[in-house]
């Protein structure tokens, strides 16, 4: 079965532009939170609470510009997609605020306890999309970056009020909690994987013939559709074919609906067999299929479609004896763009007029439109 139609991303880039955009507000949201923090330890330090050198503050702020600014320019340039481990692109710019937080820390240790509460917050990013050891490895990260801004206070001297044993048990508890809500974290990465799933499965059901498990017809419109505006933008050729089964109204009243019911399945399956691997098979309504042939001319859609119709007359179906001729067979009539048409409606009007034309001329057959 054909896979369902997927968006285009423009010429060099393989993501669209869409995704481009949320990892881009998401950077800025980041960066916003970010200088957020910076701006709260420069108030504190106004208002005598927090300690700070005013130099070192304004050197992180540029810092958190320009690390900031080069994440954003990744997706925007595309070179995220390199990434192949970081889809979401998540685990580098959590990285970033990792190291900028610890970078606060050392800049406004008066304000510790405040700047390891917005890691808390940074997590929030990654919600559904991360689990616990994504969680945790980050986590980490901050936890050695907290006490390594700390231990480097210490070695200089600008951290006499310090006691490091202290902090490092602060920083495990911080820890913990950072694997607690890992495991939150997996359960919802969990719930939102089984949402996708469920997600498509709807639009799967959405575009399949429940009997058959071909494509329905609304797939098949909107793909014939949107060939024909491809052809109509770059040019190009595709061909439709409707296919009918012959003489499946006495199948059915002889056997009954149920009997009718499984040749249709058994030959959908036939049909989708035989099918190429760039066409789309579809059930367009009854026991009448629909055939769109990409990048295929009148005359190997002929053949492609002549193929198709002697597969089925040498197949064995349940109690096809019943059927005049004693075999099942199909008829075909064949359209091609832009020769026959150059829209839907004009296109399956000419394979509809050359099926009848196949129906009219002894059934078992295949016709061109004319």
């Known amino acids: 079965m054909p896979p369902l139609p997927s968006v285009s991303a423009p010429s060099g880039r393989h993501e669209p532009a869409q995704v ?38 304004e050197a992180a702020v540029a810092l958190t510009l320009v690390v900031q600014a080069a994440l954003w320019l990744l997706p925007h340039l595309g070179i995220d997609e390199r990434l192949t481990g970081d889809p979401h692109y ?178 959908a399956q036939a049909l989708q067999d035989r099918m190429r691997v760039s066409d789309v098979m579809a059930r367009y309504g009854g026991e009448e299929f629909g055939l769109i042939l990409v990048n295929t001319d009148r005359e190997d859609a002929l053949e492609v479609t002549e193929r198709l119709r002697h597969e089925i007359q040498a197949r064995r179906f349940p109690r096809e004896e019943v059927q005049p001729g004693r075999h099942l067979t199909i008829s075909a009539g064949i359209a091609t763009c832009p020769e026959d048409g150059i829209d839907y409606e004009e296109l399956i009007q000419k394979a509809d007029e050359a099926l009848y034309a196949a129906k009219a001329a002894g059934r078992n057959r295949v016709h061109a439109a004319a």
């Open 20 to 57: 481009q955009r949320i990892k881009k507000r998401g950077v800025l949201l980041a960066t916003g939170g970010l200088l957020f923090a910076l701006g709260l330890t420069w108030v504190l330090h106004a208002v005598g609470m927090v300690p700070m050198d005013t130099a070192q503050w």
């Open 90 to 267: 998540l685990y580098l710019p959590m990285l970033c605020a990792a190291a900028l937080l610890a970078a606060y820390v050392y800049v406004a240790p008066g304000a510790r306890y405040l700047l390891l509460m917005a890691w808390f917050v940074a997590l929030l990013f990654m919600g559904g999309l991360a689990g616990l050891v994504e969680v945790v490895v980050l986590s980490a990260a901050m936890t050695l970056g907290y006490l390594g801004a700390l231990g480097v206070r210490a070695r200089t001297g600008l951290g006499a009020d310090l006691q490091f044993a202290h902090e490092a048990v602060r920083a495990g508890v911080f820890l913990a909690i950072n694997v607690y809500a890992g495991f939150v974290f997996e359960r919802l990465r969990g719930e939102r994987k089984e949402r996708g799933q469920l997600r498509r499965r709807l639009v799967e059901l959405a575009v399949t013939d429940p009997l058959t498990g071909l494509r329905n017809r609304r797939y098949f419109e909107d793909i014939l559709r949107s060939e024909l505006s491809r052809i109509a933008r770059y040019g190009g050729t595709c061909s439709v074919a409707m296919i009918d089964v012959d003489h499946f109204k006495n199948y059915n009243d002889t056997l009954g609906h149920l009997a009718g019911d499984e040749v249709l399945r058994q030959l």
